[in-house]
């Protein structure tokens, strides 16, 4: 071989038959991963829309939960009101609070049907959601310890069970704990949801 003869090495060229069968295969795969994404976009915004229901009706009927016993006395009235323990009222501002945030992100779950590949908005989501999901969760714990004590007591601190004179009081405040705890599950839900969406993207 000369010093002056160049050496050609061949490469096998990709045939455009190859070419074009990937573009397809690709093409799929992106629509399934939009497809996907727009699935848990749509159980994102039934979710929210069924959180709503439950924190609205938490706070409703914490905040409308009065007992006034009729045993009375010239000088004291027996009443329970949520409004005489600061944790109930509480509770009520907190899931007021819970609620509005819902309603608001009510857009952006939509954005995220529309738009099932865009990152931004699910990132926000996931961020709030997992905010309110720990002021929810607070909220809805200090609340569950009030009722527990209500409804059995605890003769360390001297303090009375009062659910079995005011019954009707501790079933009311019950319930809208139990509520709150349904808007806590559904938003661990939202979580876990957008958790999956964002490592599909």
């Known amino acids: 071989m000369k010093s002056g003869d160049h050496a050609a090495i061949d490469v096998p060229a990709e045939s455009s ?15 399934e991963k939009r497809g996907l994404n727009r699935g848990f976009g749509i159980a994102d915004f039934l979710l929210r829309l069924g959180a709503i229901i439950s924190t609205i009706a938490a706070a409703a009927t914490m905040g ?7 045993l009375f006395t010239q000088f004291f009235q027996f009443e329970a009101s ?20 819902l309603l608001l992100s009510l857009p952006f779950s939509i954005v995220t049907i529309v738009r099932p590949i865009a990152v931004a908005p699910r990132l926000l989501l996931f961020i709030l959601d997992t905010v309110t999901l720990t002021f929810a969760t607070a909220a809805s714990g200090a609340a569950a310890a009030i009722v527990y004590l209500a409804e059995t007591g605890n003769p360390n601190t001297n303090w009375l069970a009062i659910c079995d004179q005011f019954e009707d009081f501790c079933s009311t405040v019950s319930g809208a704990v139990v509520a ?3 808007t806590v599950v559904v938003f661990v839900v939202l979580v876990i949801l957008s958790d999956f969406a964002l490592k599909r993207q």
Do not use: C, H, N, W
């Open 82 to 101: 949520f409004d005489d323990l600061p944790t109930f009222l509480y509770f009520v501002i907190a899931m007021a609070l819970v609620g509005g945030y």
């Open 180 to 182: 709150s705890f349904v």
């Open 17 to 31: 038959a190859a070419v074009k069968g990937k573009a397809p295969l690709i093409a799929s795969q992106r629509e």
């Open 64 to 70: 409308t939960s009065d007992e006034t016993l009729p």
